[in-house]
């Protein structure tokens, strides 16, 4: 990016974040609602089709694979080419791949396989959208601003990716499937629209073009070398194993009348809300629970409110029971998200935080396509229930490798965890 779209005066700390940062705060706004909507559609949309439980948490798997095989060119491109010129592409993509489904469904042709193939192509551009939209916010906002910026960007997304989303999209699906799939393609084009009203260009000033190899290289070298952002990569793909194994089939133990929770299809989408309600007072606060605490100690809690989350469903069939474990675990989320995702922006060079953040993402994310499969299957021979049993001890060993983090090291940005 030119240096003249990047700020130059420190603002005060009372200082606005600036023109840009809301447009881009209200084109994510659309863009995560698109994501609430379809989230909620696409595993109600395979109940429809089938009962086998590992079919249903198929739709999961395809819709996150992609952070297994395409996170780390993904971070390559953010680093090559203006990142919102990557995230408009990406959003053009899932416009047009949602408008194809309601199409197929329209016709009376639709099958489990059309949801997965659409499924895997929302998730490719998924990887490219989330990947530059984590690497373009330190060309937006000064650096010290980050954790401002996140949190107001992060409890923006969750209220409409979690909060107002999941109702949507079981109310449409209600209504019916193509409302609901078109839906969220409308949104990722008025995202699209937003998005082009905020100025500035976005690539960042490199040397001599790399070959693709060597760029990814470089991304994963520093994330190797930098022992905490790599251990809490490993953290966060446990955690998402775990999360991806139990809500790949949550569908099945919640939605219907022999179901354990025996909710409707709008119901599953409201008791997703929970989580969302939860994430937003964790965003709005993470900041001042970041000073209160430090940052070690919240990362600790976090986890436990991780465990709260997937293992709910195995503690109670009561769906307000679940839905307070949900709002406990929602707020977990949000703070280690706001906390972590500024780190890794402020102890990241521009030039490489695109690579880095897909290299960080291929271990914490490219487990979540491995999480769906094994709830899948978990669930198939063991029942559902015993899934979010399972997942919950699992999120807990966490707490072991999160007691040897030195948190004086993740109070001052790593500095003592970066080799070289």
């Not at 990016?1 to 994510?28: I, V």
């Not at 595993?43 to 996150?64: H, I, M, N, Q, W």
């Not at 949104?187 to 040397?207: H, K, N, P, Q």
Request: proline share 5%.
């Amino acid at each position: 990016m030119d240096e003249s779209s990047r700020p130059t005066d420190a603002p005060s700390p009372s200082a606005a974040l600036g023109g840009r940062f809301w447009r881009l705060w209200g084109s994510s706004v659309l863009s995560n609602l698109a994501d609430g909507v379809l989230k909620v559609a696409l595993p109600l949309a395979a109940l429809r089709l089938t009962d086998s439980p590992p079919l249903v948490a198929g739709v999961t798997f395809a819709l996150t694979l992609p952070w297994l095989v395409c996170a780390l060119p993904a971070g390559a491109l953010a680093d090559r080419v203006d990142r919102r010129t990557a995230m408009l592409g990406a959003n053009l993509v899932r416009a047009l791949a949602l408008t194809a489904l309601a199409l197929v469904l329209a016709s009376g042709t639709a099958s489990i396989w059309a949801l997965y193939a659409v499924a895997l192509c929302v998730g490719v551009a998924e990887t490219v959208y989330d990947t530059s939209a984590q690497s373009i916010l330190p060309q937006v906002v000064p650096r010290g601003r980050l954790s401002a910026a996140n949190g107001r960007l992060h409890a923006a997304e969750l209220t409409a990716q979690q909060f107002v989303g999941p109702p949507l999209g079981g109310l449409l699906a209600a209504l019916g499937l193509v409302t609901a799939f078109a839906t969220p393609a409308g949104l990722w084009l008025a995202a699209l629209g937003a998005l082009l009203t905020v100025g500035g260009r976005y690539r960042v000033a490199r040397g001599a073009p790399a070959p693709l190899r060597s760029d990814i290289a470089e991304g994963l070298r520093f994330l190797w070398r930098h022992r905490l952002l790599r251990a809490l990569a490993v953290m966060v793909g446990v955690s998402n194993f775990a999360t991806n194994a139990a809500f790949a089939v949550l569908v099945l133990y919640a939605v219907g009348p022999e179901s354990a929770l025996g909710l409707t299809e709008p119901g599953y989408g409201v008791l997703l809300t929970a989580t969302a309600a939860g994430s937003l007072l964790g965003a709005l606060g993470a900041e001042r629970i970041e000073r209160f605490l430090g940052r070690g100690r919240s990362l600790w809690v976090t986890v436990l409110t991780f465990a709260l989350l997937v293992g709910a469903p195995a503690l109670s069939t009561n769906p307000y029971g679940v839905a307070a474990c949900f709002l406990v675990g929602g707020v977990g989320i949000a703070v280690w998200n706001v906390i972590t995702v500024s780190l890794r922006q402020r102890t990241t060079p521009d030039a490489l935080l695109g690579r880095v953040n897909s290299a960080y993402r291929l271990l914490a994310w490219g487990t979540m396509p491995l999480g769906a499969a094994a709830g899948g299957l978990l669930a198939e021979f063991l029942g559902v229930r015993a899934v979010f049993a399972v997942m919950a001890l699992l999120v807990l060993t966490l707490l072991v490798p999160m007691a040897r983090i030195d948190r004086a090291a993740l109070d001052s940005d790593g500095a003592r965890h970066h080799a070289g």
